[in-house]
């Protein structure tokens, strides 16, 4: 028997690795092996890289689990040899070649991009970067519509900031032409349109499941559901 694959959660943008809480306890009260790693945010090639990398040292098969810009994360990241399955949380589900703007663009925009604040970074022997939160007083309603108050204002104001450059950088391969895929689909988000995560999911054959109601926070408000997804594509692929 195939040993038990061990889920790597990526988070996506506007968050870190602790908003996969709820589904790591759900997980580990399975008995399936998991880890939450910090995404570093910085760029689709480098983050993917770092994430490959972390996959690649884990012994025996890899889940990846990516969640919103995660998604595109573990696209180019997936194609590491021991990885065997991918699981899509609200997510951007690229092509080989194609930019998460060119993606989103083929739908109306999400309210979350009219609702962005710009900041700048420091880049070794160049110009600054340019990277972006969300605005605090729309956070709420556009990231976490479904999650409490008292937890949205912490999440607000603990945003890990997104660098602007991942919306024009192609995705250097697309791991699920040859590896099976899930994808949760948030039919409330108002982050990444629905119909963006829709439009993925199905190109790439995934395995689609909607949770009705949900934000784009569907991993905080919604762990349970969430993690039964991923345990289906632990033991399909295990």
């Not at 306890?25 to 689709?44: F, S």
């Not at 889940?63 to 919103?68: A, E, I, T, W």
């Not at 990277?131 to 204002?153: G, L």
């Not at 199905?202 to 934000?215: F, L, N, P, Q, W």
Request: proline share 8%.
């Amino acid at each position: 028997m195939s040993p038990t694959p061990t889920v790597l959660l990526v988070h996506g943008a506007f968050a870190d690795a602790s908003s996969w809480a709820g589904v790591v306890e759900e997980l580990r009260g399975h008995d399936i092996p998991v880890r939450a790693l910090p995404n570093p945010l910085r760029g689709l090639a480098s983050d993917a890289a770092y994430i490959a990398s972390a996959a690649a040292q884990i012994d025996g098969p890899v889940v990846l689990v990516g969640h919103s810009y995660g998604g595109a994360i573990i696209t180019v990241a997936g194609a590491a040899e021991n990885v065997v399955g991918l699981v899509y949380v609200a997510a951007y589900v690229p092509e080989q070649g194609e930019s998460l703007g060119e993606l989103q663009g083929r739908f109306p925009l999400a309210p979350l991009v009219a609702n962005l604040d710009e900041w700048t970074y420091p880049v070794d022997g160049a110009e600054p970067g340019v990277e972006v939160t969300i605005k605090q007083d729309a956070f709420p309603d556009i990231f976490a519509a479904d999650v409490p108050a008292e937890v949205t204002r912490i999440l607000a104001v603990s945003q890990r900031p997104l660098s602007a450059s991942v919306f024009t950088e192609p995705a250097a391969t697309a791991a699920w032409q040859d590896k099976p895929s899930w994808a949760v689909v948030a039919d409330a988000d108002e982050a990444i349109n629905p119909d963006v995560q829709r439009f993925g999911a199905k190109r790439a054959g995934a395995t689609v499941i909607e949770i009705e109601g949900a934000s784009h926070a569907v991993a905080v408000s919604r762990p349970e559901e969430v993690a039964s997804v991923i345990r289906d594509a632990v033991r399909a692929t295990g």
